[in-house]
């Protein structure tokens, strides 16, 4: 009688709300629904199907399933855009606004438009505002304002989020960069920074025109507290070539708020 074969099926952050959070956008199907279609495709296999919130036990079940199971099918969900995982964990309302400071080549700004009504990326470089231009023009995004300015000295609009992808590095004084962004977040609001975490690849001073080889834990959490911002949810996200990324929350307090927001699934 042949082996029985063995299929591990991985599923990473916020999956195990599929059917609950935003079913518009992401289906009524529940996680129990995906796992049932799966068993009755295998044909016979052996399906071991989880799911997780935490890349490490993910990866613990990667590289269990290298000695346990002869296929790997995964869905790394959020763990393949920085701060998406955070996005999905607040709740924002249906007239949130999002900002998002130095937005790039644009490649984030379709998640933010899907989860807010109105969306306004800032950068201080017309060719990058070009970029990002075009990546919204591409994909259609209406309700995406991209504006010429710099966030840390013009009169910019507050915003219910504000975003910050790999851009504190890049600023001399990044400490000082948060005061300022603060003030864009409205009270009850959120500040999301995905950066770097501290390491020693200096080639990334000439090769990327970074000022700081990352940031330690401790050295973001103490500017958010300079800046009057309580900390929340903490994601590191392992990547090659010796760099660890680390995407942070933190959050305005409203006035009348007598305890830190905190940080709840839909």
Known sequence: MPE???????????????????????????????????????????????QSNHEGQLVDWIQEARTEADALVINPAAFTHTSVALLDALNFDAEATALEVGPGDGSFLPELARRFARVVALDNSPAMLDLARAH???????????????????????????????????????????????????????????????HNQSWAREAC????????????????DAAGLT?????????KNGFQIQARHFSRPAPDATHPPVIGNR
Not at 24 to 41: F, K, P
Not at 178 to 185: G, H, P, T
């Open 209 to 224: 025109g970074d000022l700081w080889l990352g940031f330690e834990q401790d050295d973001l959490a103490r500017w958010a």
């Open 231 to 239: 900390p929340g949810e903490s994601l590191y996200i392992g990547l």
């Open 136 to 198: 919204c023009e591409q994909t259609g995004l209406g309700n995406v304002e991209l504006r010429l300015a710099d966030a840390l000295h013009d009169d910019c609009p507050a915003a219910d989020c504000v975003v910050l992808n790999m851009v504190l590095h890049h600023l001399a004084a990044p400490g000082e960069a948060m005061k300022q962004l603060a003030r864009l977040v409205k009270a009850g609001g959120s500040l999301l920074i995905t950066e770097l975490c501290s």
């Open 4 to 50: 029985t074969l063995t299929l591990y099926v991985l599923n990473g952050p916020n999956l195990n709300l599929l059917g609950v959070r935003e079913p518009d956008i992401y289906g009524r199907e529940t996680l129990a629904d995906v796992q049932a279609m799966c068993e009755a495709a295998a044909e016979g296999a052996r399906v071991v199907f989880r």
